[in-house]
């Protein structure tokens, strides 16, 4: 018996590895990574761990391939095994990861719409941190308005991002690794 914990769809193990083949191939990233996932194997049955457990391994190491697959899954809404487990730890290793503006961008607009629309899940903590450290850029004047401060939820992070973010965007030199 196989329990594979993998998405499925554009997340499943094979869709992920050609994803991640594609676009080390663009950012010519040699040698690749290896993103065969972690497999442990008792009497009869086979477990396979996300394949994302080593996306963000690869994250910390710098991998710009896997850095861009971490963004498309803080953005993705699905739910996966594992979901806020592996969300938490994409962002943490986010944080320390050398974004692009454009990235950056990507993030905000993830974070801030979320925390718009009401959808706070625990990951979000990590994803505020995120944006701590990258600034709200100008998402922060376009959703400030629109939030429902009834919620405790939005509240909490509303009052995060006015204490620790708005007004105190960080410089754009390079991301402290002890952060």
Same mark, same amino acid.
């Given at each position: 018996?196989?329990?594979?914990?993998?998405?499925?769809?554009?997340?499943?193990?094979? @869709?992920?590895?050609?994803?991640?083949?594609?676009?080390?191939?663009?950012?010519?990233?040699?040698?690749?990574?290896?993103?065969?996932?972690?497999?442990?194997? @008792?009497?009869?049955?086979?477990?396979?761990?996300?394949?994302?457990?080593?996306?963000?391994?690869?994250?910390?190491?710098?991998?710009?391939?896997?850095?861009?697959?971490?963004?498309?899954?803080?953005?993705?809404?699905?739910?996966?095994?594992?979901?806020?487990?592996?969300?938490?730890?994409?962002?943490?290793?986010?944080?320390?990861?050398?974004?692009?503006?454009?990235?950056?961008?990507?993030?905000?607009?993830?974070?801030?719409?979320?925390?718009?629309?009401?959808?706070?899940?625990?990951?979000?903590?990590?994803?505020?941190?995120?944006?701590?450290?990258?600034?709200?850029?100008?998402?922060?004047?376009?959703?400030?308005?629109?939030?429902?401060?009834?919620?405790?939820?939005?509240?909490?992070?509303?009052?995060?991002?006015?204490?620790?973010?708005?007004?105190?965007?960080?410089?754009?030199?390079?991301?402290?690794?002890?952060?």
């Amino acid at each position: 018996m196989q329990h594979d914990y993998n998405g499925s769809g554009r997340w499943s193990r094979a @869709a992920l590895l050609a994803r991640y083949a594609e676009l080390a191939r663009r950012l010519r990233i040699e040698p690749p990574a290896d993103l065969r996932p972690m497999e442990v194997t @008792a009497a009869s049955e086979r477990w396979v761990y996300p394949v994302m457990m080593r996306v963000i391994e690869e994250i910390g190491r710098g991998d710009a391939a896997c850095v861009e697959l971490g963004i498309a899954f803080i953005e993705e809404d699905s739910p996966f095994p594992f979901g806020r487990l592996l969300k938490s730890n994409t962002a943490r290793a986010l944080r320390r990861a050398a974004l692009t503006p454009e990235q950056q961008e990507r993030i905000r607009r993830r974070v801030i719409a979320m925390l718009v629309a009401g959808k706070t899940p625990r990951e979000y903590r990590e994803y505020a941190k995120l944006v701590r450290r990258i600034g709200v850029g100008e998402w922060w004047a376009q959703a400030e308005g629109r939030l429902n401060l009834a919620s405790p939820y939005v509240r909490r992070y509303y009052d995060y991002f006015k204490r620790y973010v708005v007004g105190n965007e960080p410089s754009t030199a390079a991301p402290d690794p002890a952060a």
